[in-house]
């Protein structure tokens, strides 16, 4: 299984437990790797033919940017069914950056994994 992956996906929403993060919007950073089989797509070099990440990004960004989780585990396992179920996309991993949310790191998040990453073979 192939690899589409998109790095750094910065989106504004309202996130955290605090009364204070409830009132502000901030930054998440998205790392995304999906399984894909690319051969078709090598081969037809269309982009009817993959998965289109541009059309990933714009779905997650508007879910994002719509919601208001208190947890970034709770966005990530949100966000990793959207694309299992809007783009059936058999494994995916979803990393959730919260920048600059613990003084003295640079940031602090969570990777959740989800799904198959070998597609299941037939015993027919």
């Given at each position: 299984?192939?690899?589409?992956?998109?790095?750094?996906?910065?989106v504004e929403t309202v996130i955290g437990a605090y009364?204070?993060?409830?009132?502000?919007?901030?930054?998440?950073?998205?790392?995304?790797?999906?399984?894909?089989d690319v051969a078709r797509a090598a081969a037809t070099?269309?982009?009817?033919?993959?998965?289109?990440?541009?059309?990933?990004?714009?779905?997650?960004?508007?879910?994002?940017?719509?919601?208001?989780?208190?947890?970034?585990?709770?966005?990530?396992?949100?966000?990793?069914?959207?694309?299992?179920?809007?783009?059936?996309?058999?494994?995916?991993?979803v990393q959730v950056n919260k920048r600059g949310a613990?003084?003295?790191?640079?940031?602090?998040?969570?990777?959740?994994?989800?799904?198959?990453?070998?597609?299941?073979?037939?015993?027919?």
């Amino acid at each position: 299984m192939d690899t589409i992956f998109i790095r750094e996906l910065t989106v504004e929403t309202v996130i955290g437990a605090y009364d204070w993060e409830r009132e502000i919007k901030q930054p998440v950073v998205f790392d995304l790797e999906m399984a894909c089989d690319v051969a078709r797509a090598a081969a037809t070099d269309s982009v009817d033919d993959t998965l289109n990440y541009k059309t990933v990004c714009n779905r997650v960004i508007a879910f994002v940017e719509g919601s208001e989780f208190q947890l970034i585990e709770t966005l990530a396992e949100r966000v990793a069914g959207l694309i299992i179920d809007e783009f059936e996309v058999p494994w995916l991993r979803v990393q959730v950056n919260k920048r600059g949310a613990l003084r003295g790191a640079k940031d602090v998040g969570v990777i959740i994994e989800r799904g198959n990453r070998t597609p299941v073979q037939s015993l027919e």
